[in-house]
């Protein structure tokens, strides 16, 4: 039988948020965690019902700009396209509440989620202020 992906928005309780500190702890062990996370809407995706990603995406500049602010995919789960759908889910988001671009940045040697960014139609682009530091791509698509 085929392997199925659903990705649905989830709402941001006490144990929801907890849930979403562990899985994000799983895929960017090496990172700080970001801690922020109830100011965002968040997707969880499940791969044949366990599950295997998240992601958010954050209102930012008055509501004209979707910022998508964390993205993870369990390592036992990458290659699978969840993080595509992931990407896509919010997009969608975005255009329905009214943004008018959506943002992001990668770190340079991030390809996966570079390729990924691509192929959802983002381009590079140079903030003003580069809002995490120099040694990152930073993207953005027109709405
Ligand atoms: C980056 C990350 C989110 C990618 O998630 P993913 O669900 O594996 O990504 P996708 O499957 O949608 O696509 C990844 C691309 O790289 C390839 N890829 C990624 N991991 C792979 C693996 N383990 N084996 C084979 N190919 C892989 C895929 O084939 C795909 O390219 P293609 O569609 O052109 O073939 C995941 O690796 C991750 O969570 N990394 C740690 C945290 C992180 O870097 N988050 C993103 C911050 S911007």
């Given at each position: 039988m085929p392997s199925s992906l659903s990705v649905k928005r989830i709402a941001c309780t006490t144990p929801v948020l907890k849930r979403l500190d562990q899985l994000d702890r799983k895929c960017f062990p090496q990172d700080e965690p970001?801690?922020?996370?109830?100011r965002a809407y968040w997707w969880l995706a499940r791969w044949d019902g366990v599950e295997a990603g998240f992601a958010g995406i954050l209102e930012v500049d008055g509501g004209q700009t979707g910022f998508l602010c964390r993205a993870g995919v369990l390592p036992e789960f990458r290659g699978n396209g969840i993080q595509r759908r992931l990407i896509q889910e919010r997009v969608r988001f975005a255009r329905s509440h009214g943004y008018k671009q959506v943002i992001t940045y990668t770190s340079i040697d991030n390809t996966a989620s570079s390729n990924n960014l691509i192929a959802c139609g983002f381009v590079l682009y140079q903030p003003e202020y580069s809002f995490v530091g120099p040694n990152y791509n930073y993207w953005y698509l027109t709405l």
């Open positions: 970001w801690d922020a996370k109830e």
